[in-house]
C-alpha cells in the first residue's frame, strides 16, 4: 500500500501562484510514477501533470502547459505541483496518484493509489 496526502491547496486571486505537495509513505516512492489529476466542480476528474520515477520525464496537459510544473524529491517522498498563472477555470480538487513503474501515463485506470484531495480555488 502507498498512502498519499496532498497539502497546499487554498483560495488565491486568479494571476496568482499555489505549490501543492503530495506526501507518500508505505511502500518505495522511487518505484512509482506519479500524476496530478483535478475535477472541476461538475466535471469529470481530469489529469494535469505526470512525473518518471526519477522525474526526468514529465508532461503535462495543453490546458496547463507553461502554467504547471510538475517535480518530486525522492529523498522526501514527496511530489509537487506548482501552479502559476492561475485561473478562474483551474479552481478544481486536486489529486495526487501513484502509478508502480517508470512509464507515464494520463490515465486513472493506471494509476494505482489516490490522495484524498485539496481544494483550489482561484477568485477573480
Known amino acids: 500500500q502507498v498512502q498519499l496526502v496532498e497539502s497546499g491547496g487554498g483560495l488565491v486571486q486568479a494571476g496568482g501562484s499555489l505549490r501543492l505537495s503530495c506526501a507518500a509513505s508505505?511502500?518505495?516512492?522511487?518505484?512509482?510514477?506519479m500524476g496530478w489529476f483535478r475535477q472541476l466542480p461538475g466535471k469529470d476528474r481530469e489529469f494535469v501533470s505526470a512525473?518518471?520515477?526519477?522525474?526526468?520525464?514529465?508532461d503535462h496537459a495543453d490546458s496547463v502547459k507553461g502554467r504547471f510544473t510538475i517535480s518530486r524529491d525522492n529523498a522526501k517522498n514527496t511530489v509537487y505541483l506548482q501552479m502559476a498563472s492561475l485561473k478562474r477555470e483551474d479552481t478544481a480538487v486536486y489529486y495526487c496518484?501513484?502509478?508502480?513503474?517508470?512509464?507515464?501515463?494520463?490515465?486513472?485506470?493506471?494509476?494505482?493509489?489516490w490522495g484524498q484531495g485539496t481544494q483550489v480555488t482561484v477568485s477573480s
Open positions: 512525473i518518471t520515477l526519477n522525474g526526468g520525464g514529465t
Open positions: 496518484a501513484a502509478r508502480y513503474g517508470s512509464t507515464l501515463s494520463r490515465l486513472e485506470s493506471c494509476y494505482n493509489y
Open positions: 508505505g511502500r518505495t516512492f522511487s518505484n512509482y510514477a
